[in-house]
C-alpha cells in the first residue's frame, strides 16, 4: 500500500466513527475528509465541486420541495383518514390496510415528510380505536423504506447511485428500473410485517399512557415534539435554554432512543431527535407545524386540519412529472425533441417552478423546506468517490475481495458488496454508505470484466435497507422517538428483514442484470 492508499483509509476510518459517535452533522464530516483529500491533492479542486453540481443531487433539492408542496395539499392526510379502520380490527388487518398504500407513496415521495405526516395520525388512531402505536410505527417506517426501494426517485440514495453511475461513463436507471426487483421485494416485506408485527413489536407504549395523564390533569393540549436540526437549544440543557419564552410551551419529559431520561434530565444536552412532551395550548401546532425546527409534532385529542385547497392539483403535478419523466425516457420521444433529455430532473424542475409559482409551498422561504445537510452529504459523496478511486483505495479493496472468492464467482461478489453497504448504512448513513461502496463495487466489476450493473442495482438495495438500527435511517429515528421503542425492538423486528432483502436481492438481482 502507499502513502495516498493508506491516507484515505485513516480518513474514511475516521469518517465512519465521527459519524457513528454524531459528534457533528453527517454533511460537515463527510466535507471534513473532503477537504483533507484536497489538502493531499487527492482530489483536485474541480472534483471536490463536481457533486454540488451534479443532477442527482440537484434533483433530490427539487424532490424536497415537491414532496413540500404535495405535503401542504393535505392529500396524503386524506388518504390517511380513508385507509385506517375505523373501528377496533387486529394489528394484521390495520397493518394491510395502509402499509401498502403507504409503500406505493413513499415510491415517489420522500420519505421523511410521508412518516412525519402519517405517524402522529396513526398514533392517535391506534390509542383511540384501543390498539399499540407500538404495533404500526415501525412498520410505517420499514414501508416507507421499501418502497423508495421501487424507483429512481424513492430516495436520494438511489438518486446519488445513479449520478455515480453517469459520472462513470456508464447509462443511467430509469425511473422504473429498480422496480423489478423493488416490487417483489416490497411484497414480500410488507407480507413479513403484516404476519409478524404483533408477534415481534412491544405491546405497551409509556408515553401513552403519560399523555393521557396529562390530558386527565389539566385542560391544556399536550403535544410530543421531535426535535430537528434548525432547533436553536441543540447543544444545551433545558436549564439554559428557555424553552418557555421561545415557544410558550413548558417541557413536561424529555425522551431518547426510545427512553425517558429519568434523574435531572433538566440538565442533559438535547440533540436532534429528542422527543419533548410539552403542555402548551391549541396555538402551537398552527404556529410550528411548518416549522423544520420540530421534524414532527403529535398532539393529543386534535384532527388534523387538512387543507383542501389545491390538492387536486397538487396531484396532477405529481402524476405529470412522474409520468412525463417516464414517457420521455422512451425512444421515439427522444427523438421527437433531440435537443432536451425529457428525463426526471427537467420534469421536477417544471414542477417545482410551477408549484412555487402557485404557491403550493412559500416561495419566499423556500430554502426551508430542503434539507441542505443531505445535499451536502450527497455533494461530498462523489468526492470521497473520487478520492478512493484516485489513490487506488477502490482497486485495492477490490483485488482483496477478489482474492478471497476467487472461486466462488461473481454471485458471492455481489453478497459481499450488499453486506459491506448494508453494515455502513445501518451503522453511518444511507448516502456515505454509497459512497464507499460504490468505487469498490465499480473496480471489482472492472477487474472480473462483468457488467456493473448488478453490483450498482445491490447497492442501492443494499444501501435502503437499515432495518435492524434506528440510526441508519432518520425514518427510523424519528417513530423511535415517538413510539418509545428501545434499540433491541429494531433487531428483532429488522434483522429477520435484512435477512430476507439479502437473500432476495442475491437470487433476483443476477435474474434481472446479467453480468
Known amino acids: 500500500m502507499n502513502f495516498e492508499i493508506i491516507f484515505v483509509l485513516l480518513c474514511l476510518v475516521a469518517m465512519v466513527v465521527a459519524l457513528i459517535n454524531d459528534r457533528m452533522r453527517p454533511g460537515m464530516v463527510l466535507f471534513s475528509v473532503v477537504v483533507l483529500f484536497l489538502c493531499t491533492g487527492i482530489i483536485s479542486p474541480k472534483e471536490c465541486l463536481e457533486g454540488f453540481s451534479n443532477k442527482g443531487m440537484i434533483t433530490v433539492a427539487l424532490l424536497f420541495l415537491v414532496s413540500e408542496g404535495i405535503r401542504k395539499s393535505g392529500v396524503l392526510e386524506q388518504f390517511i383518514y380513508r385507509l385506517l379502520p375505523k373501528e377496533k380490527c387486529s394489528v394484521a388487518k390495520g397493518n394491510m390496510h395502509m402499509l401498502p398504500v403507504i409503500a406505493f407513496i413513499s415510491a415517489f415521495l420522500n420519505n421523511t415528510p410521508v412518516v412525519v405526516i402519517f405517524a402522529p ?33 424513492g430516495t436520494s440514495t438511489n438518486l446519488v447511485v ?7 461513463g456508464y447509462e443511467g436507471f430509469t425511473i422504473f428500473e429498480l422496480g423489478k426487483i423493488g416490487v417483489i421485494i416490497t411484497v414480500i416485506g410488507i407480507v413479513y410485517l403484516v404476519l409478524f408485527s404483533k408477534k415481534l413489536l412491544p405491546e405497551v407504549n409509556a408515553k401513552d399512557e403519560e399523555l393521557e395523564d396529562l390530558t386527565a390533569e389539566s385542560n391544556v393540549v399536550c403535544v410530543e415534539a421531535v426535535i430537528g436540526a434548525r432547533f436553536p437549544g441543540n447543544g444545551k440543557t433545558l436549564k439554559e435554554f428557555d424553552f418557555p419564552r421561545h415557544y410558550g410551551a413548558t417541557v413536561r419529559s424529555l425522551h431518547r432512543n426510545g427512553v425517558r431520561l429519568e434523574g435531572d434530565w433538566m440538565n442533559i444536552r438535547l440533540c436532534e431527535n429528542d422527543t419533548l412532551v410539552l403542555e402548551t395550548d391549541d396555538k402551537f401546532i398552527p404556529t410550528w407545524g411548518d416549522s423544520r425546527v420540530f421534524l414532527m409534532l403529535s398532539v393529543m385529542d386534535a384532527d388534523m386540519q387538512m387543507e383542501r385547497k389545491k390538492r387536486y392539483f397538487a396531484m396532477i403535478l405529481l402524476l405529470f412529472m412522474i409520468v412525463g419523466a417516464t414517457v420521455g425516457e422512451l425512444p421515439f420521444v427522444a427523438n421527437l425533441f433531440p435537443g432536451v433529455k425529457l428525463d426526471m430532473f427537467f420534469f421536477a424542475c417544471i414542477t417545482t417552478v410551477i408549484m412555487a409559482w402557485t404557491k403550493m409551498f412559500s416561495p419566499k422561504n423556500y430554502t426551508k423546506y430542503i434539507s441542505w445537510d443531505v445535499l451536502i452529504t450527497i455533494a461530498c459523496a462523489f468526492a470521497i468517490s473520487k478520492a478512493m478511486e484516485n489513490s487506488g483505495f477502490a482497486s ?9 472468492t476467487d472461486s466462488l ?16 448504512t445501518e451503522l453511518i448513513t444511507n448516502n456515505a454508505a454509497a459512497a464507499l461502496a460504490f468505487p469498490i463495487a465499480l473496480a471489482v466489476s472492472r477487474q472480473l470484466g462483468v457488467d456493473p450493473t448488478p453490483f450498482f442495482v445491490v447497492i442501492c ?3 435502503s435497507a437499515s432495518f435492524s438500527t434506528p440510526i441508519g435511517y432518520q425514518t427510523n429515528l424519528i417513530v423511535q422517538g415517538i413510539g418509545g421503542y428501545k434499540f433491541t425492538d429494531f433487531v428483532r423486528i429488522g434483522l429477520p428483514l435484512n435477512i430476507i432483502v439479502f437473500i432476495l436481492s442475491i437470487v433476483l438481482i443476477p435474474m434481472f442484470w446479467n453480468f
Open 461 to 463: 438495495i443494499a444501501a
Open 162 to 168: 445513479d449520478g455515480m453511475i453517469q459520472e462513470a
Open 409 to 424: 464467482g461473481p454471485h458471492a461478489l455481489l453478497a459481499i458488496i450488499f453486506l459491506i453497504t448494508n453494515l455502513c
Open 121 to 153: 395520525i396513526i398514533k392517535n388512531w391506534a390509542r383511540r380505536t384501543g390498539l399499540s402505536a407500538t404495533k404500526f410505527l415501525i412498520p410505517l417506517s420499514y414501508a416507507t423504506i421499501l418502497g423508495g426501494m421501487c424507483t429512481l426517485i
Open 396 to 404: 485495492f479493496i477490490a483485488n482483496q475481495i477478489i482474492g478471497l
